[in-house]
């Protein structure tokens, strides 16, 4: 299971498609059931962690980090079980967590370094590394000033240099953007898909779906503490099989004899018009779309678009919680 | 973001100071009190208060050698001492808990590799540090410089006298650090932390004069007047016939395991959130 490690720090192997895999996972607090037979491969990249407030996503990030004991079921990150390895994965693991945390009456570059150090960096290396990552986030000479002084989106991005100060492998964001402006939101999606472009893993814990839809390759979407649907962005928001988005452009009358035509040839399940002189077509039942373009020809219409049907995640989403169940629609 | 906006790099280097963590969160604590103007206040109040005359009296005053009597006198009795220790324990330790309570950081710190006993030692030991600046090194330099100007020849008696001095400073140093520590996890307000300490002190001491007025033996329950009593016995004094040694021992301990397990359950639970 555990691959070669290259760096004496680093604890999470490399080289393993699955990251982090949970099985039946369940944490209780008092009468509360947070997560409830969670089960999940994570697989490396930037991972989207789903799911409406309150449906275990941080219950879930700290029973990862060893943080809270588990009532049942097992987790493991990189190989290592939380429960009793914390503190090796805690080593490479960086966490931004969700709410305001920062200690007020220090210095942004102090209080990287500090945490810094506290990840075993020695003081020099704290102080030069704290710099690097502040940089990174966009902040400049602000460092020096308080942290009280600070905008939420500037203390969200102190968070997460504080959370890469030592390196870690694996990144774990709760709720990144949460209180942000949008050209914030903008900024610090782009720190993760950099993060994340440079092979690290980033879970990204997040209620607003198109953040992730953005940034992330795949998604685990998770509800009352149990796992809703999960699987790479591209199989989740493809829509049915078969099924084309088709737009067509053309005058009036000959619009009509193509869309006549097509209905003897495909199974058209939609039809919108779009103005006079264009059409939107749902349709399944084309192939490859040979005949579309052969039928287009002989009606003297445009094929402006002929795209497999694709959903959004908010469509994915809703779905997912309608038709309930793992993996089901 | 910039045109060209710096790019994310890895850090090269090894990490190399694991086992310093505790260091890193009491050299930052220390560094941050001892910038205190509530902290430099008292200490130096305190040492003048409370040693420097002692300090002078020790020097001028002829003596034969270091005497166990001399010095509980100035530790242990009239209670300036304690009520010094007391101040400056309520003072030092308000903060250390209650700032990350109301701060949320402790998920800071756990989120990396530092266990909920790595991370109070660490504060507690930069607590205990301030403490023995008044508590412990000041006592034990009255005896140094008592010893030194001594007329008669027996050092080792002295030396004894110098032990006892060391070992009673080390007491008074710990024993307020646990409590202070239980009330700042109570609370997110630094000042309610102080008050309730230092009152929750001083009601101990009430309670322990009025209930003496029926059984002077209820006098350990007065912080004060069991450090008192432990110093007797530190320096090889005879005890008031009232003050059982066990209760006294069961009190002290109970005093500093109590709030200590107290925070540790605390700061845990704060950790799950």
Redesign the interface.
Known sequence: MQGAVE???QVIPKDDHILLTARDVTVRFGSVIALNGFTVDIPRGVIGLLGPNGAGK?TFI?AS?G??PRNGGTISVGGLDPQTQS??I??D???M?E??????NVSAVELVS??G???????R?AMQ?SH?VL??V?IGEERYRLVKSYSTGMKQKVKIA???V??PSLLFLDEPTSGMDPNGRE?ML?LVR??G??GKTVIVSSHILQEVERVCEHAIIISDGRLVRDGKMGVLMAGEEGLFNITIRGVPKALEGFVRALGGVCDIVEKTDEGTNQVALSARGCGDGRRVFALSKEHGVQVRGYVPDKMSLEDVFLQAFQGGGSRGY | ?GIN???????K??????K??LY??AK?VFRHKIRSFGVIALLALGFLLVHAFQIIFSVIAPHESLDAQTMYDYMGSGGTFAIFAILLGAVVTSDLIS?DVA?????????????VRDYLAGKSSAALLIMSLLCAIPPVMVAIASMATQTGDDYSGSAGVLGRTAVAGAIATIFFVPYGLMMSSLTKRKSYAAVGTFMSFFVMIIVAELFAEFDPAWRIISPADSLAYSFSWIFGLEMPSYVDGWALAGFMTAFIAIPAAVVYLRVKRQ???
């Not at chain 1, 709410?99 to 007020?104: K, S, Y």
């Not at chain 1, 150090?117 to 003081?123: A, C, L, N, T, Y």
């Not at chain 2, 906006?5 to 850090?11: D, M, N």
């Open positions: 760096n004496p720090d941080s700290k980090l943080l809270i503190l090796r805690r080593d693991i960086g966490y967590p709410h305001d945390c920062l200690i007020p500090y945490l150090q506290i990840s075993g960096m020695g003081p290396d590394r690097e940089d990174f966009g504080q959370a890469i030592h390196d900024e782009d950099r993060i472009a440079t | 973001m906006p710096i790019e994310y790099r890895a850090w280097g090894v990490r190399s100071a694991q310093s963590r890193v969160i930052s700032d701060n949320r950081s402790f998920v800071l710190y756990f989120s990396r590799a530092i266990k950790v799950v959130g």
